[in-house]
């Protein structure tokens, strides 16, 4: 970020439920992406809460015969114990009912009425309860909420409302002049094709009348606050906006708005508008994740109520108490790219834990460890310069130092990962490759001794470089490696330097591996028939196919994966969209008639395989360079993937 401090947000999330994985995953990212910064040394600040007025909140309590206030009091325990036990660092837990943020939204509101951006009106149409939100009979999908599908119903009201259509051109422009404020950029195309429309101005009351839960407005104490004007003024008021000005210039504007997609037009239509009637900087970047999926829809409590234990798909959640919270904080981090939706399963979590954390960093630090316990009782040697035979683990490492960093600046998370994983296999490749057994046996214990340290250097670099998504573990593998206590929180300075150890220290005994393996029950398969064996008949030799090609034919061509970076339609072309792709280091464009099987937005992250040294041609205007592969059978067609993270421009063949 250019911006000096970095401050991220997340929604601030209604408390007449509990939390679940969306409330999660947003929340983990932002504590990763702060806990990051500061590694990097930047100066950071994490806002979090929960959002306390509406119409829900009211109907809540008075099922549970509460007032109001008591069930928040009771439910926002629930947060709060949540983000303890998956170690939320937030700076500040905000309350919409606590006295500092109505106090902040009255004057808003009031400085807008004075200043007759606020107006009075009747209002006829038709309102989401769930959603508490009005609609036009246009909006209306089926007669029902666009949103959540649920019934709606039609009301004739006054309210006030705030003229957030007088800033619909400015929006558009302001959009258009700044590509970082809502991404990624499928998420800003789409504001941008809401914003076609004619922008209506924004109901901001409910009379107390129909609901009693909310702040009052300053100007008519007949009526409240709809809860999405006060809701979005918290990532102002919590960081002092009209109470701490020092504090607020230090903070705003927000580096990131973390959302989810399905909150995407309150936070770049809504919300922008408002600081711009506000005269107030808009947020830096506006960035809109996916969703977890399982068997292809949105996870949700409602989609779990109705079945069985067995139909019943896995609940992230409950890997918590399976299988630790560092896991699932990994897992989250690494296996999403963020922006794209991604299928959640317990299977896909197993296989990733096993083979990252398992086999690939727990046998690194097993290996470690225990080699020098045996040979050097536990005292780690001292160091020397890396020479040839170290020269790709320390290169590896540095990789990994620089992909993290970029992760973390540019919210490319499981990329960086995915190198610190890279470095943790040339870590093993380099242990089988020195055979440090041998040496043993050959007594060259000096020489074990410098294969050992340097294992344990390129430990120390992975440790600091996954402690913002594994905190515990990290320190725990920290520790094991004999950093100090006061050293133990790693920075990003020391993680670009080797040989940063202390010889001579004396390491903690590996009780337990640090990332055990997770062992899968396999059903036993089914009695089979035995079939009398049949004679095998002598081998026939296989006809041959016509058009074929010998292996200098296949080594002409350059197939390399590429990560699509964008998507989008060629106009007046209905099977053809342009694709954007990195290629390592490249960045090329793609024209393929892939339309009719993948919708833009679905693209962005995948990991596909391309022929890169096919000539350039012209389709419809626009050069394309490249050709993806895909499989395709009658009308499916499936383009080619790995079913292993690769980086980009990996050779395929």
Same mark, same amino acid.
């Given at each position: 970020? $250019?911006?000096?401090?970095?401050?991220?947000?997340?929604?601030?999330?209604?408390?007449?439920?509990?939390?679940?994985?969306?409330?999660?995953?947003?929340?983990?990212?932002?504590?990763?992406?702060?806990? +990051?910064?500061?590694?990097?040394?930047?100066?950071?600040?994490?806002?979090? !809460? =929960?959002?306390?007025?509406?119409?829900?909140?009211?109907?809540?309590?008075?099922?549970?015969?509460?007032?109001?206030?008591?069930?928040?009091?009771?439910?926002?325990?629930?947060?709060?114990?949540?983000?303890?036990?998956?170690?939320?660092?937030?700076?500040? &837990?905000?309350?919409?009912?606590?006295?500092?943020?109505?106090?902040?939204?009255?004057?808003?509101?009031?400085?807008?009425?004075?200043?007759?951006?606020?107006? @009075?009106?009747?209002?006829?149409?038709?309102?989401?309860?769930?959603?508490?939100?009005?609609?036009?009979?246009?909006?209306?999908?089926?007669?029902?909420?666009?949103?959540?599908?649920?019934?709606?119903?039609?009301?004739?009201?006054?309210?006030?409302?705030?003229?957030?259509?007088?800033?619909?051109?400015?929006?558009?422009?302001?959009?258009?002049?700044?590509?970082?404020?809502?991404?990624?950029?499928?998420?800003?195309?789409?504001?941008?094709?809401?914003?076609?429309?004619?922008?209506?101005?924004?109901?901001?009351?409910?009379?107390?009348?129909?609901?009693?839960?909310?702040?009052?407005?300053?100007?008519?104490?007949?009526?409240?606050?709809?809860?999405?004007?006060?809701?979005?003024?918290?990532?102002?008021?919590?960081?002092?906006?009209?109470?701490?000005?020092?504090?607020?210039?230090?903070?705003?504007?927000? $580096?990131?708005?973390?959302?989810?997609?399905?909150?995407?037009?309150?936070?770049?239509?809504?919300?922008?508008?408002?600081?711009?009637?506000?005269?107030?900087?808009?947020?830096?970047?506006?960035?809109?994740? !996916?969703?977890?999926?399982?068997?292809?829809?949105?996870?949700?409590?409602?989609?779990?109520?109705?079945?069985?234990?067995?139909?019943?798909?896995?609940?992230?959640?409950?890997?918590?108490?399976?299988? !630790?919270?560092?896991?699932?904080?990994?897992?989250?981090?690494?296996?999403?790219?963020?922006?794209?939706?991604?299928?959640?399963?317990?299977?896909?979590?197993?296989?990733?834990?096993?083979?990252?954390?398992?086999?690939?960093? #727990?046998?690194?630090?097993?290996? =470690?460890?225990?080699?020098?316990?045996?040979?050097?009782?536990?005292?780690?040697?001292?160091?020397?310069?890396?020479?040839?035979?170290?020269?790709?683990?320390?290169?590896?490492?540095?990789?990994?130092?620089?992909?993290?960093?970029? +992760?973390?600046?540019?919210?490319?998370?499981?990329?960086?990962?995915?190198?610190?994983?890279?470095?943790?296999?040339?870590?093993?490749?380099? &242990?089988?490759?020195?055979?440090?057994?041998?040496? *043993?046996?050959?007594?060259?214990?000096?020489?074990? #001794?410098?294969?050992?340290?340097?294992?344990?250097?390129?430990?120390?670099?992975?440790?600091?470089?996954?402690?913002? *998504?594994?905190?515990?573990?990290?320190?725990?593998?920290?520790?094991?490696? !004999?950093?100090?206590?006061?050293?133990?929180?790693?920075?990003?300075?020391?993680?670009?330097?080797?040989?940063?150890?202390?010889?001579?220290?004396?390491?903690?005994?590996?009780?337990?591996?640090?990332?055990?393996?997770?062992? %899968?029950?396999?059903?036993?398969?089914?009695?089979? %028939?035995?079939?009398?064996?049949?004679? @095998?008949?002598?081998?026939?030799?296989?006809?041959?196919?016509?058009?074929?090609? #010998?292996?200098?034919?296949?080594?002409?061509?350059?197939?390399? =994966?590429?990560?699509?970076?964008?998507?989008?339609?060629?106009?007046? @072309?209905?099977?053809?969209?342009?694709?954007?792709?990195?290629?390592?280091?490249e960045e090329r464009q793609i024209v393929a008639g892939i339309a009719e099987f993948y919708k833009p937005e679905e693209l962005p992250g995948k990991l596909i395989v391309i022929v890169a040294n096919l000539k350039p041609r012209e389709l419809r205007g626009l050069v394309s360079q490249g050709m993806l592969l895909a499989a395709k059978q009658g009308k499916k067609l499936s383009l080619i993937t790995c079913d292993q993270p690769f980086v980009s421009g990996a050779s395929v063949g």
């Amino acid at each position: 970020m $250019s911006k000096q401090n970095f401050y991220v947000t997340t929604p601030i999330y209604y408390v007449n439920d509990k939390p679940h994985i969306g409330h999660s995953y947003t929340t983990i990212l932002a504590d990763v992406l702060a806990r +990051g910064h500061r590694l990097l040394g930047v100066d950071s600040f994490f806002l979090t !809460g =929960t959002d306390e007025h509406g119409l829900k909140v009211q109907q809540a309590a008075q099922k549970l015969n509460r007032s109001p206030i008591e069930h928040c009091d009771e439910t926002v325990k629930r947060f709060q114990e949540l983000w303890a036990k998956l170690g939320i660092t937030y700076d500040y &837990f905000i309350r919409t009912t606590e006295e500092r943020h109505k106090k902040v939204v009255q004057e808003i509101l009031q400085d807008l009425y004075d200043r007759d951006l606020i107006y @009075a009106a009747n209002y006829e149409g038709w309102y989401c309860v769930p959603c508490e939100r009005f609609f036009t009979e246009k909006d209306l999908v089926d007669g029902k909420c666009p949103d959540c599908q649920r019934a709606v119903e039609s009301l004739v009201e006054k309210n006030y409302f705030f003229k957030m259509s007088q800033y619909q051109q400015r929006l558009i422009d302001y959009i258009n002049e700044h590509p970082d404020f809502i991404q990624p950029s499928h998420r800003r195309q789409e504001t941008l094709g809401f914003l076609q429309k004619p922008l209506g101005d924004l109901c901001i009351s409910r009379p107390k009348a129909r609901l009693a839960w909310g702040i009052d407005l300053p100007f008519d104490k007949d009526y409240v606050t709809y809860v999405w004007f006060d809701a979005l003024v918290n990532y102002i008021s919590g960081v002092g906006y009209r109470t701490d000005e020092a504090n607020f210039r230090r903070w705003w504007p927000a $580096s990131y708005h973390l959302i989810g997609k399905d909150i995407l037009t309150t936070h770049t239509v809504y919300w922008p508008c408002m600081l711009m009637a506000l005269e107030l900087e808009l947020p830096k970047t506006v960035f809109a994740h !996916g969703w977890w999926l399982t068997q292809g829809a949105k996870m949700s409590k409602t989609a779990m109520q109705g079945q069985t234990a067995q139909e019943r798909p896995s609940n992230p959640m409950d890997m918590i108490d399976k299988y !630790g919270v560092d896991a699932l904080r990994y897992y989250l981090m690494s296996a999403m790219s963020l922006g794209q939706d991604t299928e959640f399963s317990e299977e896909a979590f197993i296989l990733k834990f096993n083979s990252e954390l398992a086999n690939d960093l #727990g046998n690194l630090c097993s290996r =470690t460890v225990k080699m020098l316990e045996k040979n050097f009782d536990s005292v780690l040697p001292p160091a020397n310069e890396p020479g040839a035979d170290e020269a790709a683990l320390v290169a590896a490492c540095q990789n990994a130092v620089a992909a993290m960093r970029c +992760g973390i600046e540019h919210m490319q998370l499981d990329r960086g990962i995915a190198e610190v994983i890279a470095a943790v296999r040339e870590g093993n490749r380099y &242990f089988d490759a020195q055979k440090p057994w041998i040496l *043993v046996k050959e007594g060259k214990l000096e020489q074990l #001794g410098s294969v050992l340290r340097h294992t344990a250097e390129c430990l120390r670099i992975v440790s600091g470089l996954l402690y913002p *998504v594994m905190p515990e573990k990290m320190l725990q593998l920290r520790r094991q490696l !004999g950093v100090e206590e006061k050293k133990l929180v790693p920075n990003m300075d020391k993680l670009s330097q080797w040989n940063c150890l202390t010889a001579g220290v004396k390491l903690p005994c590996l009780e337990a591996p640090i990332f055990p393996r997770i062992e %899968v029950k396999k059903e036993k398969p089914a009695a089979q %028939v035995r079939e009398k064996p049949q004679k @095998a008949s002598a081998p026939q030799p296989a006809a041959i196919a016509p058009n074929v090609i #010998g292996i200098e034919d296949f080594a002409k061509l350059n197939l390399r =994966t590429a990560e699509v970076i964008s998507a989008e339609r060629v106009p007046e @072309a209905d099977k053809l969209l342009c694709l954007q792709v990195r290629i390592g280091d490249e960045e090329r464009q793609i024209v393929a008639g892939i339309a009719e099987f993948y919708k833009p937005e679905e693209l962005p992250g995948k990991l596909i395989v391309i022929v890169a040294n096919l000539k350039p041609r012209e389709l419809r205007g626009l050069v394309s360079q490249g050709m993806l592969l895909a499989a395709k059978q009658g009308k499916k067609l499936s383009l080619i993937t790995c079913d292993q993270p690769f980086v980009s421009g990996a050779s395929v063949g």
